[in-house]
């Protein structure tokens, strides 16, 4: 039976971070992966720019959540 990750934390804010922790991870290995196929012709530099976005998105929510800790 796989268990809730919520119910792994003391608060809803620690949660908050560990998603937001991994939301930033994820966007970075996502841009890092569109840079590589973007040098072998596979994606197209709009895709890279949305995935640059992303990123910043992520990373910014990281440090609102970062704050409210």
Request: proline share 1%; hydrophobic share 35%; glycine share 2%.
């Amino acid at each position: 039976m796989e268990q809730n990750p919520a119910l792994e934390h003391d608060t809803t804010l620690e949660h908050a971070l560990d998603v937001a922790r991994s939301n930033a991870k994820e966007a970075k290995r996502l841009l890092d992966d569109a840079i590589v196929k973007r040098d072998a012709g596979e994606v197209n530099d709009d895709r890279v720019t949305q995935l640059q976005n992303l990123l910043e998105l992520a990373n910014e929510d990281l440090k609102r959540v970062t704050r409210e800790q």
